[in-house]
């Protein structure tokens, strides 16, 4: 109680930054349980704060896709998911934590935060993507946090390969897949850890990396502070937060969050079938495209009409982007902007001249370099993972 009333003297605004930047602020959302509704309510459950909550504790966030008119989502806009929330914060304060590396390895290790900025820095551009973003499209409905269009975000991460960690361990011939374990804790203990492991060859690709910074700036704690994983090009399920421990193994990570959830079934179940079919992990991204202005319900004046957005199709670059003012009949090319870089997302314009008032659906589809075009809706899976369906947003246009 006495933890709330000291929030109570603390604008709102200053309270929020806090929140989306800092240690500080999670230790609040930690302590004070109580103020998790507020957070909601703070944000509006509309897209009218920083962030468009979708669950409130643990904290699940999305972005308001209008943000997507910048290269980089900014760190405090940038969707927010995890399963259990932050950790405990002595368990990842400068002076406890560490990262460990060990299983088939030569020498098991032991890092610091100050040991792990004694290897090279790398930079890359990224796309991290919930495997969930778009899960609120598929019909029948799939139980799971409903994202909409903005569990989605382009940001700098800086941080060192985890090849660099991995030969400085020496790996042993039987190692072919790379565990990760993070901080966090389910709050009851029956509940499996979130343990993910990447195929080795992904955890040995110079881009892999593990960041400890995100856009310039310490790592947030709601994204991973002080380090996590980014594996780029593929969904952000493999991007664990809070690394504290890396297992090279033989085999796959076993538990829950490999053997059950996001996986993708090999062949087509039928909407609203269950899962238990041959199915594989989820692992890179499909080619997807939003479109982030202007705004769905927007009202807009007859004449040019900028309409802007982002594509991205994990490891391979986008080819076109396409817009349909027609229901998906036909499609007119939007123009490329800025520079491609591989991972991140690419920035998109098609001018849309509105003549006439009325109600009109904007459509937009992407293709990537290898031939792979967003469809018309994606195919149902028991998990709602995997959403690419062409967006679309309804605008006003007022003469
Ligand atoms: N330790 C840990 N890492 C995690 C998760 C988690 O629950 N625990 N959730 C994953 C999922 S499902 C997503 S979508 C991303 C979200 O990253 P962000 O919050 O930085 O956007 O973190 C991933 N890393
Ligand atoms: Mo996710």
């Not at 500080?24 to 004070?32: E, S, T, Y």
């Not at 999305?62 to 900014?74: A, G």
């Not at 932050?86 to 368990?91: E, H, I, V, W, Y």
């Not at 030969?167 to 009851?188: I, L, N, T």
Request: proline share 8%; glycine share 10%; charged share 20%.
């Amino acid at each position: 109680m006495k933890e709330s009333g000291d929030i109570g003297r603390v604008s709102r605004r200053s309270w929020l930054k806090t929140l989306f930047c800092g240690l500080g602020a999670v230790l609040v959302v930690n302590r004070v349980p109580a103020r998790a509704a507020s957070v909601e309510s703070d944000l509006g459950s509309k897209e009218s704060g920083p962030l468009t909550v979708r669950v409130s504790r643990p904290f699940d966030a999305e972005t308001p896709v209008r943000e997507f008119t910048s290269f980089l989502t900014p760190n405090h806009r940038f969707f927010v998911r995890s399963h259990f929330g932050p950790p405990a914060p002595d368990l990842i304060a400068e002076a406890n934590w560490k990262l460990r590396i060990g299983g088939l390895v030569e020498r098991s290790l032991e890092l610091t935060a100050g040991d792990l900025k004694r290897f090279e820095p790398v930079t890359i551009t990224a796309v991290v993507q919930c495997s969930g973003n778009g899960r609120a499209f598929y019909s029948p409905k799939v139980p799971g946090v409903q994202w909409e269009r903005g569990a989605v975000g382009n940001a700098q991460w800086t941080g060192v390969r985890l090849r660099d960690l991995l030969v400085r361990a020496g790996m042993k011939e039987q190692a072919r897949h790379v565990q990760f374990q993070g901080a966090d804790r389910p709050v009851v203990a029956s509940v499996p850890l979130f343990t993910r492991s990447i195929p080795l060859a992904k955890a040995i690709h110079p881009d892999t990396i593990l960041a400890y910074e995100m856009n310039g700036r310490p790592l947030p704690l709601l994204h991973g502070a002080p380090l996590r994983v980014i594996t780029p090009g593929w969904m952000a399920d493999s991007c664990i937060k809070w690394l504290t421990d890396i297992t090279v193994q033989a085999e796959e990570a076993k538990g829950y969050y490999m053997e059950t959830a996001y996986r993708v079934p090999t062949t087509p179940v039928e909407p609203g079938g269950a899962a238990g079919g041959p199915s594989i992990p989820v692992e890179e991204m499909i080619v997807k495209s939003l479109i982030a202005t202007p705004q769905e319900g927007e009202s807009v004046k007859a004449g040019p009409v900028a309409v802007q957005g982002v594509a991205w199709s994990g490891e391979a670059a986008i080819a076109k982007v396409e817009v349909s003012m027609d229901e998906g009949k036909t499609w007119e090319p939007a123009r490329l902007t800025g520079d491609a870089y591989p991972y991140a997302w690419r920035r998109w314009q098609y001018i849309w001249p509105a003549k006439a008032a009325g109600t009109y659906a904007i459509l937009c589809r992407a293709t990537d370099a290898r031939g792979q075009m967003q469809p018309a809706a994606s195919s149902w899976n028991p998990g709602g993972f995997l959403w690419n369906g062409w967006d679309r947003v309804t605008v006003t246009v007022t003469a």
